[in-house]
């Protein structure tokens, strides 16, 4: 199983990113997926998460309407769109997959991961 973040990057307070995740490998199809992110000193946190149909949508309180996911099962791939961003958004960005439709928001409860993509929110 492979899951690769791409997209992270320094960007001005304020400014754009969009994270992208692509998967291969998962032996079931269309899990449900979610971002996470760790900052410095801090625990992983639950960002974002999509079911596998798409159509339930769970955000942290943080990022509720500035952080947009969202997911093409066809290519296999999970994207975080993240507008307004804060200096307190910078973190390390992991993709997760776990089995089923469900969305969690307990990382324990996701069995694959991405190796991250830094993300940093200057001033």
């Known amino acids: 199983v492979q899951m690769v973040e791409s997209g992270g990057g320094l960007v001005h307070f304020g400014g754009s990113l969009r994270l992208s995740c692509a998967t291969s490998?998962?032996?079931?199809?269309?899990?449900?997926m979610a971002w996470f992110r760790q900052a410095p000193g801090k625990a992983r946190e639950f960002v974002a998460g999509?079911?596998?149909?798409?159509?339930?949508?769970l955000y942290a309180d943080s990022v509720q309407g500035r952080f947009t996911v969202s997911r093409d099962n066809d290519k296999n791939t999970l994207y975080l769109q993240m507008n307004s961003l804060k200096l307190e958004d910078t973190a390390v960005y992991s993709c997760?997959?776990?089995?089923?439709?469900?969305?969690?928001?307990?990382?324990?409860?996701?069995?694959?991961w991405g190796q991250g993509t830094q993300v940093t929110v200057s001033s």
């Open positions: 999509i079911n596998s149909d798409g159509d339930q949508l």
């Open positions: 997760a997959a776990r089995p089923g439709m469900r969305v969690a928001i307990f990382d324990s409860e996701y069995d694959y």
């Open positions: 490998g998962l032996t079931f199809k269309w899990p449900a």
